[in-house]
């Protein structure tokens, strides 16, 4: 039997095949469809879940990886620092189509579990790889930056 914890609740997989993303774990095997599929290869971040607190492109990483270990995903209702980023995302009116944004938000929430006062640049630097379409970037360093100053 493979457990996984995801969002504080322990799933135990059966007839998975070890090499499944992630991504299709969520979203076709247990209907948690807020995690988005972008680019397929890990290369946009549409797909950013967190992985024992670590930012994962959950498109290329398989599940067997993931065995015994904690998920976080964007319908996550209990994190602390992922509901002040919401809170921010909204008060600094980050998203537009807001396609990304799941993966936005939990990049920047894994980055503020590492680092609860990153500077700009490591904002800049930690959200490198998260590509949004409508280029809100400004917008996302703001609202992280609030969050981080407390």
Known sequence: MNT??????????????????VLWVLRDYLDLTGT??????????????????????????????????????????????????????????????????PGQLMNATSLLKSNAKPSKEEIITSMDGNVCRCGTYNKILTAISAVAKG
């Open 4 to 21: 996984i914890f995801i969002d504080n609740k322990k799933y135990e997989l059966k007839e998975i095949p070890e090499d499944t993303p």
């Open 36 to 101: 988005k599929f972008g680019c397929g290869v890990g290369m946009c971040g549409a797909c950013t879940v967190l992985l024992d607190n670590s930012a994962i492109r959950s498109c290329s990483t398989p599940i067997s990886q993931a065995y015994g270990k904690k998920i976080t995903t964007i319908e996550n209702k209990e994190d602390k620092e992922l509901n002040s980023l919401r809170v921010a995302w909204k008060t600094h009116d980050v998203a537009q189509c807001g396609y990304c944004q």
